[in-house]
């Protein structure tokens, strides 16, 4: 799986954007990318993901750089609710078998919302 | 809503005891992942399944087991606990069958070794 840098701590304010970067260079053409989040005390929980062409959903939009090696995980309006650790994940595409199903966590980025 | 259950919220176990681990997930995954997570070191996979009885190592196997007998249980064991092992134990499942299927994580379970 490609490595993923994020930044480790991120501060925004409550109705505001929040913008979470991450650098993934050595991405290959077949992989995706992912976004997790991790709540105090939950286990972590799908955000959105995406191969090339930006992804919206109802938790947030997802923008992959033209040459794919970062991407920015956008929360539209920031609650405090969502405040959490956010993880990018990079994994091939395509129907995998065995031990292509797995996915490697790093240590993510700590959003902390703030009134 | 998908499920993925882990039996215990919080366990104390001493030092040297054997100590299971449970994980049942109601969505017929194949895939089902162990992993631990510490303050600064992130999610570490411990081990990993994909199939009943079939199982593979992940980045930090030593100490652990896993048994799947069944599709829907995924056990992770403990055979002789020890303090290093104190740490947050999150079991998860995936479909092998669509494209890119994403990961369910259960609650977690805080083990405390003493």
């Known amino acids: 799986d490609a490595k993923t840098t994020q930044p480790t701590s991120m501060d925004c304010a409550e109705g505001r954007a929040a913008n979470l970067p991450c650098n993934h260079s050595t991405i290959s053409g077949n992989e995706y990318v992912y976004w997790y989040r991790q709540i105090h005390s939950q286990g972590p929980q799908y955000i959105i993901h995406?191969?090339?062409n930006n992804e919206t959903n109802e938790m947030a939009s997802l923008i992959i750089t033209e040459d794919r090696k970062s991407s920015t995980l956008i929360l539209p309006h920031a609650t405090l609710r969502d405040t959490a650790v956010y993880y990018c994940?990079?994994?091939?595409?395509?129907?995998?078998?065995?031990?292509?199903?797995?996915?490697?966590f790093g240590t993510g980025t700590q959003l902390k919302v703030e009134l | 809503d998908v499920k993925v259950t882990q039996s215990s919220r919080y366990l104390v176990k001493r030092t040297g005891e054997k100590v299971f681990l449970e994980c049942v997930q109601d969505?017929?995954?194949?895939?089902m992942f162990w992993y631990r997570q510490d303050p600064g070191l992130g999610l570490r996979l411990i081990y990993f399944s994909y199939d009943v009885k079939m199982k593979e190592k992940g980045d930090i196997p030593e100490g652990y087991s896993v048994s799947r007998e069944k599709k829907e249980r995924f056990s992770l064991i403990l055979e002789s606990a020890s303090t290093n092992q104190t740490s947050m134990y999150l079991c998860?499942?995936?479909?092998?069958?669509?494209?890119?299927?994403?990961?369910?994580f259960g609650s977690g379970t805080q083990l405390s070794v003493l």
């Open positions: 969505m017929d995954h194949e895939n």
């Open positions: 995406g191969l090339k």
């Open positions: 994940i990079v994994r091939p595409s395509g129907i995998l078998t065995g031990g292509g199903n797995k996915l490697t």
């Open positions: 998860a499942s995936s479909s092998t069958g669509a494209t890119n299927e994403k990961l369910f």
